[in-house]
């Protein structure tokens, strides 16, 4: 049976390069970073490389960055982080509606902890307006933190239109770049942003490691308390391995973007066009043109998501119906709502995120399994039955 | 130039077999484990058989395990995260002065979040009184948190006797086993404890992973918001390799458990007899008997810890002059001066922390490279030249 991995969102493959990377980091050069001797001396090296080489990636400053253990640890660590820095100042903290379950619950934490907290509706793609962020913004607002882009329909954010506006009200923005660091370009500066979260499975590194850029100036509150690691902002020894094999992933992305990104929309613009015109009843969900270049999410009508994952899994097709993160919480996409989906609707979302490895013949290979998938799902549907009949009688 | 890495307190390198369970998980097996298809089914298995794995190494049930990305994350969820669930009930928790600062920290914290904090003294060898762990119990009191073993002078603290006097007060009871857990035997049950941490580069695995057990029915508030893995209770995806090679380490640390502390002990007693013999003004720190079994540690009079460590790096020699985790903050240990050491006699301490590796010419070389750094060092030293100056005058 033919094998298509198409849930890339949810994490992808290592690439070759990085691994080799990380391979002697796995054996002689076992170091602990912090310590006076050589094996320190080779892994705090390695590490200060790709400290560099996450840092030319987004066009940083490499003492900017922090190390982390995931993107949900930066999103945890700058939400809390930034907003604790100042809570002098004031408590009410600004996230869209559509955020990650780690800025959306960290800001709900920080609703506990006395802050006031606004969420950003979004339309019907997905996309934040920037004068709603205007809008909401007050005097005793201390952070903004919008997604640049959404993993789950793989809408980008106005962040440049909307740093610019908190920029203006003096209040500091952090954007969770997961989905985008090491898919499309970005460069802090341009974006006028404060913090931003990445994490290396994103784009070919390993799982266990992300990082957060904090712009120098910008205070923040460690997040993990302990040791002096990384200047003094987040303690733990660090996963070393882990952050060699980043840095070797960030300099492949930044080395490769374009081709990447040409591959990958080549890929996405076909199954944006071909699904929805081979299956009936199907939506696009999020934005048209403003997405994420390998990333193609759909609902389809009359059918719960979990179980075409079952169906297209017997046949080889690994895709994900959501946030991998929820996908075991079986509830309808927090995400897909904000956008005024229905319930209904949202529980046969789809998403295919498409990698590096992936060809148009897993495209030939999933358009043929899944009309057979949705047939059989929707014989066995009574809301597709009550419409059928609706449609007939009507 | 021999190579003597004496420093697995720091780190430890990763056992053979330990990478070799890693590897499938950096490459073909690359799947999230939240993910429902079949990359995310592999996965999501050889993390269930690492939980069983850590699980039996404490004789602990599966389903208590919560892996983490290090032993200072689990030391921030614990100490927080217990407090936190039970503040209705109080909020005053007890730590010993020695903890290491993932503890100590997340408890000062604490403190900044209004819980009242008390810290339990030590004596001379670093050993935590039960009595004084008692004394400081009070109606409000939330958490006691005292370490196993502290990994600066390799002290065994009475657990099990502080566990039952915190259970007769209806205290949840904590303890760091990051020094212990993998090294030497560990039964929970046994010590009568509610939460325990451990993390995997103390035991031949890798870093970047750790684990929580929590007893079943013990609150905690998670620490990571975000995403449902682990329970709910640690969001963020999975880092699999790591956690699959935390499994096999404790698997391995389990099965040779005995032979592993019987070579490591005829070390450490080695080194902590002749250490001395040979060379003049040094202090046994720790423990005499109860202490770690791979674990030797001294203070060097007159001497300043760093240059020892600069010197014998420079004849291959790797140890460390405290916890890897402060050695960059260039401050007298908190713990030797807890335990009334003086801040002049504790800048020269001096930890050689033994591993599976090492052998009893490693002991021979150490001997003879260390008493010619410290002959050279003291010349340099204006406390020993009045020192002798003074003994030759009294």
């Known amino acids: 049976m033919r094998k298509v991995y ?24 076992f170091g602990n970073p912090s310590c006076l001797h050589s094996w320190g001396d080779v892994a705090r090296e390695a590490m200060e490389d790709a400290r560099n080489q996450v840092a030319q990636l987004i066009a940083a400053d490499a003492e900017e960055i922090i190390f982390t253990a995931s993107g949900t640890e930066s999103n945890n660590f700058a939400v809390k982080g930034l907003a604790l820095a100042q809570q002098n100042k004031g408590k009410h903290v600004v996230v869209s509606a559509i955020e990650h379950f780690s800025v959306l619950h960290s800001a709900k934490t920080l609703e506990k902890w006395g802050f006031e907290l606004s969420l950003i509706p979004v339309d019907k793609y997905g996309m934040v307006s920037p004068d709603d962020v205007r809008k909401n913004l007050r005097k005793d607002t201390v952070l903004v ?7 789950e329909v793989g809408t980008i954010e106005p962040i440049k239109e909307i740093a610019k506006i908190a920029k203006e009200k003096g209040v500091v923005f952090h954007t969770d770049a997961v989905a985008v660091a090491g898919t499309a370009p970005v460069d802090v500066k341009e974006l006028g ?16 490691v992300g990082a957060l850029w904090v712009r120098k100036g910008v205070r923040i509150i460690p997040f993990l308390d302990g040791g002096v690691q990384e200047g003094g902002r987040r303690a733990g020894t660090e996963n070393v391995p882990a952050i060699v094999g980043l840095g070797k992933a960030a300099e492949l992305a930044k080395a490769n973007m374009a081709s990447r990104t040409e591959h990958l929309t080549r890929l996405r ?16 969900t999020g934005h048209p043109q403003d997405r994420l270049p390998g990333h ?62 992936n060809t148009s013949q897993d495209i030939d290979y999933v358009l043929e399994v899944l009309a057979p998938v949705v047939d059989r799902l929707r014989q066995m549907s009574p809301l597709y039955a009550k419409f059928t009949k609706t449609s007939k009688g009507g």
């Open 6 to 29: 198409l849930d890339n969102a949810a994490t992808t493959p290592l690439l070759p390069e990085v691994r080799e990377a990380m391979l002697p980091f796995l054996g002689e050069d």
């Open 145 to 151: 933190s919008i997604m640049h882009a959404n993993g």
């Open 193 to 208: 942003i404060d913090a931003l979260s990445l994490a290396g499975n994103q784009f070919y590194g390993p799982k266990g």
């Open 269 to 284: 613009n076909r199954l944006l066009t071909e699904l929805p015109s081979k299956i009936k009843h199907v939506v696009v």
């Open 296 to 357: 193609a999410s759909f609902c389809v009508e009359f059918i719960e998501g979990e179980a075409m994952l079952m169906l297209l899994n017997s046949q080889g097709v690994a895709v994900t119906s959501g946030s991998a993160c929820t996908s075991r919480a079986l509830k309808a996409s927090h995400v897909l709502i904000a956008m005024g989906l229905s319930h209904a609707l949202a529980q046969g979302s789809l998403l295919f995120s498409f990698g590096l490895d």
